[in-house]
């Protein structure tokens, strides 16, 4: 019997009686934009953020633009990101008329590096963009001070971390603005697109709520020149009811990676690192594999699904030609090894113990 990566399907199956009450709800009460759910979702969010405001807009890509955007850096300013990130990352900064600079990443963690992040600061930078890749903390202790140290601001994208916590605390301390996607594969998933803006400043979760909706808090008068990246009042009611599920989805998530952790042994598949100082959310679980084709075939042939995050950098994508020069060793080597393994809600003791068994007999 196969297992696969991730069923959609399987993920929203428990929530449909509550999911179908919701939908029922959302069309006899006729209020479809912005209204209720979404005003309800935004202070829960906000509340299991651990910050005091969350702003619901279209997707996390818009998240990352209106964070920019409200903060009205300089045009052509400098945003550090780590080179190994997903795309949408980089994207978002070159959106607004920013300039990305790509740094190297910790080799352990895949994680924005402090240190490569501070030699790469220049006199434009204006902010540094951490992203909490499939689920891990960056070293918030660590960016905030570098932040505070030369002025910058620090953003979060916080995508795939849902759930993480940085110290016990759901919050990324010092981070000025944290933008969330909700893309059905997310932790916290809704059933199309989705994403938050969550700040502890209230000038910027304003600046974001007029932004997403024009540039318009007052109706018909247009402050900022906006766009229309609204919350659907339906997906915000959806992520209502997941979000209470979201902390038991995360335990289930924690002890299927200590049973991968503790479970896999073959020299042929470096683990990822089991964190200390912080909860990951473990959106995604992450191995590396010198040849990771061999690999995949033999996944295959054992019905083991899989996915690659990612399998091309940023850097070598054609959309990004200005970036294909760039050597950048550390981050190739993670595109070239990495592999995913089915990590979720959905997944049995019994698969979990059916991957290790079959990883560990791979030669
Ligand atoms: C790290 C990261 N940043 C940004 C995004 C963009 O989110 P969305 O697809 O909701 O625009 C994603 C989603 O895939 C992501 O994984």
């Known amino acids: 019997m196969d297992i696969p990566f991730l069923s959609l399907k399987a993920l929203n199956k428990p929530y449909t009686a509550e999911l179908e009450k919701a939908f029922h709800h959302f069309l006899n009460r006729g209020f479809y934009m912005l209204s209720d ?215 289930r998530r924690r002890e299927l990676a200590a049973r991968y952790l503790s479970g896999i042994r073959n020299e042929q598949i470096i683990l990822p690192p089991a964190e200390t100082t912080h909860e990951d959310a473990w959106h995604l679980f992450v191995v590396r594999t010198p040849d990771r084709e061999k690999l995949k075939a033999y996944l295959q042939g054992h019905g083991i699904g899989f996915d690659v995050h990612y399998p091309v950098p940023p850097h070598r994508q054609k959309a990004l030609a200005a970036f294909n020069h760039l050597s950048l060793p550390v981050t190739e080597e993670i595109h070239r090894t990495v592999l995913s393994l089915p990590l979720n809600g959905t997944l049995s003791d019994r698969d979990a113990d059916r991957i290790i068994t079959t990883l560990n007999q791979y030669a």
């Open 37 to 251: 759910s979404v005003r309800q979702f935004e202070s829960e969010f906000a509340a299991f953020c651990s910050a005091p405001f969350c702003v619901g807009v279209a997707n996390g890509l818009d998240a990352l633009e209106l964070i920019m955007q409200s903060m009205e850096l300089e045009k052509g300013a400098e945003v550090i990101v780590p080179a190994n990130t997903y795309y949408a990352s980089i994207l978002s900064v070159l959106n607004v008329g920013l300039t990305p600079v790509l740094v190297e990443p910790d080799p352990h963690t895949f994680l924005l590096d402090p240190a490569n992040a501070e030699k790469a600061i220049t006199g434009k930078t204006a902010a540094i963009l951490a992203v909490n890749l499939y689920g891990k903390m960056c070293d918030y202790d660590a960016l905030g001070t570098l932040a505070r140290k030369y002025n910058l601001k620090l953003i979060t994208d916080a995508a795939q971390s849902h759930g993480a916590r940085y110290k016990c605390s759901t919050d990324c301390p010092g981070a000025d603005a944290i933008a969330y996607s909700f893309y059905p594969t997310k932790n916290l998933g809704a059933l199309s697109d989705a994403g938050a803006v969550v700040t502890h400043h209230e000038a910027l979760a304003q600046a974001v709520r007029a932004r997403r909706n024009y540039g318009s808090e007052v109706r018909y008068q247009f402050d900022h020149l906006g766009k229309n990246s609204r919350l659907s009042e339906l997906q915000a009611a959806f992520l209502s009811i997941k979000l209470r599920y979201l902390d038991a989805e995360t335990e």
